[in-house]
């Protein structure tokens, strides 16, 4: 790309004009990521306030852009890891995040549980071995109300950190469970972080009356602590105000990952707007929020 045209159009970004803006930021954005480099050193050195405005508005489309094109990609692909989803969301509420770092520290984890693991472990047993190496082995706490930081709910804080809130830790365990083929999904209650173990055909001779095929309940806020149906009904009915819900036990159902994923974002985003903060996230939530509905 020519020199002189760079600057010429980075230049014509001060013009008040906004027809002219209009031309300009078109041609900038059909360059795409290619011409990323030269407004962020434009927004570094220029002083003009209209001029700095433009171009970041400009670096949120481009990274927008970029940004649907794989997660469409992601949403699409029945194959994809949920790790590789979960990480294009934090780079969605914080493209500083250096993401090789954080799936490097995640990787860690991972390996620290497969290594554990053998082929003759039932998955009740790997469940148990995935909580000891999380919990006892490498450390992982409930962050304390003295510790709460802006940025507490991401899964960066809680994989970097090792402290955790329930959204994030539940998202660990999903991912995890995941990549080492455990049958551990999210359930439809939403609001509890509840995750379910599910094996269609261990429930058949277990019972023939079930209208899912949960075996039992796992709550990972509380370490990982494993719930027999009998036991989380009782613990549901003592719950079912405060989390205003009319639903039995039995129609408590396994949910898919991507679904937990919207829920995740659905809640980083509300908790944006409560502490009144404005960003990328919160004003491109709307065009994500789509992006999730159509494919989900």
């Given at each position: 790309m020519d020199k002189n045209k760079i600057i010429s159009l980075?230049?014509?970004?001060?013009?008040?004009?906004?027809?002219?803006?209009?031309?300009?930021?078109?041609?900038?954005?059909?360059y795409?990521?290619?011409?990323?480099?030269?407004?962020e050193n434009y927004?570094?050195?220029?002083i003009n306030e209209l001029a700095l405005q433009r171009s970041e508005d400009i670096l949120d489309e481009i990274f927008w852009e970029n940004f649907k094109t794989k997660f469409t990609e992601y949403l699409t692909n029945p194959k994809a890891n949920f790790a590789k989803g979960v990480f294009l969301i934090e780079k969605f509420f914080n493209r500083d995040i250096d993401i090789k770092e954080i799936s490097k520290k995640y990787e860690e984890i991972k390996t620290s549980v497969w290594i554990e693991f053998n082929e003759y472990l039932t998955n009740i047993e790997k469940i148990r071995i995935l909580n000891t190496v999380i919990f006892k082995q490498l450390g992982f706490k409930k962050l304390k109300s003295n510790e709460m930081k802006s940025d507490a709910l991401s899964i960066t804080y809680c994989i970097s950190n090792k402290r955790f809130l329930a959204p994030n830790i539940a998202l660990l365990y999903c991912m995890l469970s995941d990549e080492l083929q455990i049958p551990v999904f999210p359930t439809n209650l939403q609001d509890l972080f509840v995750l379910c173990y599910c094996n269609q055909d261990i429930q058949s001779k277990i019972s023939e009356n079930k209208t899912n095929d949960i075996i039992f309940f796992l709550y990972p806020y509380e370490e990982g602590a494993i719930l027999p149906i009998d036991i989380a009904a009782k613990h549901f009915e003592n719950l079912k105000q405060k989390i205003e819900t009319t639903k039995t036990i039995d129609e408590v159902e396994p949910t898919n990952y991507n679904s937990f994923l919207f829920n995740y974002f659905t809640i980083r985003i509300i908790t944006l707007r409560?502490?009144?903060?404005?960003n990328f996230s919160t004003?491109?939530?709307?065009?994500?929020?789509?992006?999730f509905k159509k494919y989900l």
């Open positions: 980075l230049k014509l970004l001060e013009d008040p004009d906004e027809k002219v803006f209009s031309i300009v930021k078109d041609k900038i954005l059909s795409g990521e290619l011409f990323k480099i030269y407004l927004h570094t050195l220029s409560i502490a009144k903060i404005e004003k491109y939530y709307e065009k994500l929020e789509s992006i």
